[in-house]
């Protein structure tokens, strides 16, 4: 059983920071992409950040230049270092990872977390 765990979320005023960190357990054999998604009430879940297995990244454009994302292999983790922050990022924000499990390493898989919430006051 594979399980992802988000932390760091929280309240934070306008332009403060906050850095999310999303620990993944259990059988997996190996992990493509590792990304940040997040969803707001009322809208649809979008992708914040991505980070694949060779360390190329992509974000979103809202976030870019204030938003970092990184992965610690050995650790089977993600982290999303949030700066800058905007009243409009307050949102429940999703770890997601693309992954073979040892179950069935021929095949990927996405998994998700349960989310953390992130919310910036003005």
């Known amino acids: 059983q594979v399980r992802l765990v988000e932390s760091g979320g929280g309240l934070v005023q306008a332009e403060g920071s906050l850095r999310l960190s999303c620990i993944v357990s259990?059988?997996?054999?190996?992990?493509?992409?590792m990304g940040w998604y997040r969803q707001a009430p009322g809208q649809q879940r979008e992708l914040v950040a991505v980070?694949?297995?060779?360390?190329?990244?992509d974000y979103a454009d809202s976030v870019k230049d204030r938003f970092t994302i990184s992965r610690d292999n050995a650790k089977n983790a993600v982290y999303l270092q949030m700066n800058s922050l905007k009243p409009e990022d307050t949102a429940s924000y999703y770890c997601?990872?693309?992954?073979?499990?040892?179950?069935?390493?021929?095949?990927?898989?996405?998994?998700w977390g349960q989310g953390t919430q992130v919310t910036v006051s003005s």
């Open positions: 259990g059988s997996i054999f190996s992990i493509r992409t």
């Open positions: 980070i694949t297995s060779g360390d190329n990244t």
């Open positions: 997601k990872i693309r992954a073979r499990p040892y179950s069935d390493p021929g095949r990927e898989y996405d998994y």
